[in-house]
């Protein structure tokens, strides 16, 4: 892809959209995380004084779940006119020539966001209470976006049942990997028989999780991640935040390996005004293991593909123990405690 630093094209295009009477890219460093697109950290000096951006745009490959960056940035511009904490967007550029793609440009925002250290760190965060009652908080707002017609758009059609919607899209992934994973298909069928009544349809991040948020020394920065967001179930973002998959080393801290459930469920029971339906973010949770099997399988063919990092093929072994996770979860005849 283009090179981010000594390119005149970029360099016109951020004087434009700042505005500045000129702006230079003066480093660029790619940023860790984000397994499916790339993000860029810039150092952009615009008319004498330094600016910190983000510019994402999609890596060599994708999966088809993955929203485009245009749409993404959408959703991101949406979330922000809503009160969401997500880094603030600034412009989107069509133009495949200005850096080897599109791509989508936001004001960085200060923290961490990988998962594990997160989790481990103690120091980081501020008070755990606190923050999970802020990321209910956050999420209730996600939840209470009213799309415009633009963004609707984007969105499609509300489905009328999510859950069912969800199970007949994990088992079509499936099938689309040739993958051989009578463990996933067990859970996918006991899913569906055990699936919850179509209830509210919102619009949800869909990949509400410790790893996808960042946090400085006091709380929470910023949401990051919306190349997933849909219409679903409310509860599924509940669930996919809850799931033990996402608790890493903190498996007793149901709460995104954070605290446990009541701070985060009372910070979005106070903001949303819904009451929280704990069968059904179990169910969710549930489904969050096979979810995070098929992505993880999904990787691993973007690895086998020979265009992408040999991370992917680690992260596609880790589908092993969500299949495990799931059988464990799914006995004949009821949800699991």
């Known amino acids: 892809?283009?090179?981010?630093?000594?390119?005149?094209?970029?360099?016109?295009?951020?004087?434009?959209?700042?505005?500045?009477?000129e702006a230079r890219v003066e480093k660029a460093e790619k940023l860790s995380g984000g397994a499916i697109q790339e993000s860029w950290g810039l150092a952009v000096r615009a008319d004498g004084s330094v600016r910190q951006l983000v510019l994402r745009r999609d890596s060599e490959g994708t999966i088809a779940a993955s929203r485009s960056r245009k749409d993404e940035h959408r959703l991101l511009e949406a979330a922000w006119a809503a009160g969401v904490a997500v880094p603030r967007p600034i412009a989107f550029c069509?133009?495949?020539?200005?850096?080897?793609?599109?791509?989508?440009l936001v004001q960085r925002v200060s923290g961490v966001g990988y998962g594990p250290k997160v989790v481990r760190d103690a120091t980081l965060g501020g008070d755990r209470a606190a923050l999970g009652r802020e990321l209910g908080r956050q999420l209730a707002r996600i939840h209470a976006i009213t799309p415009d017609a633009a963004l609707a758009a984007v969105l499609g059609p509300r489905p009328a049942d999510p859950a069912l919607a969800?199970?007949?899209?994990?088992?079509?992934?499936l099938d689309a990997l040739g993958a051989n994973r009578p463990g996933l298909e067990w859970a996918l069928r006991w899913a569906?028989?055990?699936?919850?009544?179509?209830?509210a349809v919102v619009v949800t991040h869909q990949d509400f999780r410790t790893g996808n948020f960042m946090v400085d020394d006091t709380g929470l920065t910023a949401i990051l991640d919306w190349e997933f967001a849909g219409w679903s179930d409310p509860m599924a973002d509940l669930g996919w935040f809850?799931?033990?998959?996402?608790?890493f080393s903190r498996p007793d801290l149901e709460a995104g390996g954070l605290c446990d459930r009541t701070p985060f469920y009372e910070g979005y029971e106070r903001e949303s005004g819904r009451r929280i339906d704990q069968g059904r973010v179990r169910?969710?949770?549930i489904l969050a293991h096979v979810r995070w099997a098929v992505i993880a399988l999904q990787q691993a063919g973007r690895r086998a593909s020979g265009t992408e990092a040999l991370s992917l093929a680690l992260?596609?072994?880790?589908?092993?123990?969500?299949?495990l996770m799931a059988l464990r979860m799914t006995p004949p005849g009821k949800v699991s405690a």
């Open 315 to 323: 992260t596609g072994r880790v589908a092993d123990g969500l299949e």
């Open 94 to 104: 069509e133009d495949e020539t200005v850096a080897g793609g599109p791509f989508a």
């Open 1 to 21: 892809m283009r090179t981010l630093v000594d390119n005149a094209a970029l360099d016109a295009w951020l004087a434009r959209v700042l505005p500045a009477r």
């Open 166 to 173: 969800q199970v007949a899209h994990l088992r079509e992934s």
């Open 283 to 285: 169910w969710w949770e």
């Open 192 to 199: 569906e028989r055990h699936a919850p009544a179509p209830d």
């Open 242 to 247: 809850c799931a033990e998959c996402w608790r």
